[in-house]
């Protein structure tokens, strides 16, 4: 079955570390994105792609970068991790606005 | 701006009582869709209904139905004879699809706690 897959599941990283969350997706779908869910703010949009080598920013990507270089995967990188980039962290795929996106499992990531 | 507002932080109802969630939107495109998603303890996003911006019918599925209201910008969303499996969190989400802008926008979420 097609499926939509997040690594790690739990991360603990240190201020400061970059870290790279993992993104992959087998319904070769085009648009990729990634949220981050935080109590009160609900999932708030980090980075999204509409197809290789599409990359665009969301509310909330200072500090995040993603890149596309295939349509399986969209890894997210923290530049240099925050005590505020403590959350959940989602990955979603779709075909079109007209259809559900599909999420990963998420990952917990703490920046101690 | 919020394009989404989910004014209800927190319900909580005993078991077979009837709950709504309220959802309102803030669009300026003519097409565009809707959704609701639960996240329920274990914490993977669940999706449970598409509405397009041409299509105001109701639906029912089960004990879940939904009003769509374009007059008042609401898509709202009641379980009926709530049961404990439907303690979640419940996301309203928006698609402003005619721009070819394909991400959602999420609202704040609802949690629901149905007590046995």
């Known amino acids: 079955d097609a499926e939509i897959t997040q690594s790690p599941r739990h991360k603990i990283t240190e201020t400061g570390r970059q870290v790279t969350l993992a993104c992959h997706q087998t319904w070769n779908h085009n648009n990729m994105f990634w949220y981050r869910q935080d109590l009160g703010h609900g999932l708030r949009l980090i980075h999204y792609?509409?197809?290789?080598?599409?990359?665009n920013k969301g509310e909330v990507s200072d500090g995040y970068s993603v890149s596309r270089s295939n349509t399986e995967d969209l890894p997210l990188t923290l530049e240099s991790a925050a005590s505020s980039q403590t959350s959940v962290y989602f990955c979603?795929?779709?075909?079109?606005?007209?259809?559900?996106?599909?999420f990963g499992q998420g990952t917990r990531l703490t920046v101690v | 701006a919020q394009k989404v507002t989910q004014a209800q932080t927190e319900i909580s109802v005993v078991e077979k009582e009837d709950v709504t969630l309220d959802c309102v939107y803030e669009?300026?495109?003519?097409?565009?869709?809707l959704f609701w998603y639960k996240q329920p303890p274990s914490g993977e996003l669940v999706f449970l209904i598409r509405?397009?911006?041409?299509?105001?019918q109701n639906e029912i599925s089960g004990r879940y139905s939904w009003n769509f209201q374009k007059s008042t910008s609401s898509f709202n969303f009641t379980i009926t004879a709530s049961q404990v499996v439907d303690s979640a969190v419940y996301f309203c989400?928006?698609?402003?699809?005619?721009?070819?802008?394909?991400?959602?926008?999420f609202g704040a979420g609802t949690t629901v706690t149905v007590r046995a």
């Open positions: 669009t300026r495109d003519t097409t565009y869709y």
């Open positions: 509405r397009n911006s041409f299509d105001e």
């Open positions: 792609s509409y197809g290789v080598q599409d990359t």
């Open positions: 989400a928006l698609s402003e699809a005619g721009a070819n802008d394909y991400k959602l926008s």
């Open positions: 979603a795929s779709s075909t079109g606005g007209n259809t559900e996106a599909f």
